[in-house]
């Protein structure tokens, strides 16, 4: 039971840390995406991220299989991956996502970061660097309609695959394995980024984690402190989770916090 109620937990937090980090991308996303040379720069970020640290081809399963896999962790319920490596051509077909809410789901950063994705995972569907163009598809089945064309290689584009060497090397994956003192703090002292956003991005988490573990459902105060954003009512959940709630889960939410900031942070300003 102790066992079950563990890997229930991990879920969660896996999957709380998986939409902090989509929405913390996709706010960055919105706020460039009318400049070409900084969303040129996002793009090869995010795709170098998925095409380096994300896609583990082990040999023994067909690409197509590990990105449906990784696509349905990422969220995407409804999946069609379809390509022809002799053409260098494919299509994707995407639902909505679960992680991706109905106000950011249709909007510019959006699709650009969704690009970025498929370029990354592209790249290993083809063997080599793949471009993605991105719409939306309204028909009844499909959110998301991806077109990929394979590029032609040159010699400082190649990235080794990254295969299973069948040693036991465990690598941290995870964001607290590229931070850096400069990366909190210097965006911070750069002014670059309005109070306001910061406070965003701190009611998100907050009220969405103390949502989601917990239940508003018989106080009257937090329900209706849900429908305004204030510091006062901020501090409201806060004070619940502090007060009420184990050290481990104030550790976990202050954990999400941080992260959450930091990536919003270091996408904006670098």
């Known amino acids: 039971m102790v066992v079950k109620q563990r ?9 709380r840390m998986i939409r902090t980090i989509f929405y913390s991308l996709l706010q960055s996303a919105e706020l460039i995406a009318d400049n070409k040379q900084l969303s040129n720069v996002f793009v090869s970020k995010v795709e170098k991220f998925v095409r380096e640290r994300v896609i583990i081809d082990d040999g023994t399963r067909e690409v197509k299989e590990i990105a449906s896999e990784l696509l349905n962790s990422f969220g995407w319920k409804s999946i069609g991956i379809n390509y022809d490596n002799n053409l260098g051509t494919g299509k994707i077909l995407l639902g909505r996502n679960r992680y ?6 249709d909007n510019a950063g959006a699709l650009l970061f ?16 793949t471009a993605a163009s ?6 009844t089945t499909n959110h998301y ?4 064309q394979r590029l ?3 010699g400082s584009e190649k990235i080794p695959s990254r295969r299973s060497s069948g040693l036991d090397l465990v690598v941290d994956t995870s964001i607290h394995g590229s931070l850096t003192i400069g990366d909190i703090f210097n965006p911070i002292f ?9 406070f965003e991005a701190a009611w998100k988490v907050i009220t969405e984690s103390y949502v989601a573990n917990f239940s508003v459902e018989g106080d009257a105060i937090l329900k209706e402190a849900l429908k305004n954003e204030s510091m006062v009512n901020l501090s409201r959940f806060i004070t619940k989770i502090i007060d009420q709630e184990t050290e ?6 202050s954990e999400l916090i941080g992260e959450f900031i930091v990536k919003i942070l270091t996408t904006k300003t670098n």
């Open 7 to 15: 890997m229930a937990l991990d879920i969660i937090k896996e999957q």
């Open 248 to 253: 481990e889960e104030i550790l976990n939410v």
């Open 100 to 105: 991706i809410t109905k106000d950011l789901a």
């Open 145 to 148: 309609e991806i077109i990929l």
């Open 190 to 198: 750069q002014k670059s980024l309005p109070d306001v956003f910061l």
């Open 152 to 154: 032609r290689e040159s």
């Open 114 to 129: 969704i690009q970025a994705i498929f370029q990354g995972i592209g790249y290993h569907l083809f063997n080599a660097p």
């Open 134 to 139: 991105v719409k939306l598809s309204f028909s």
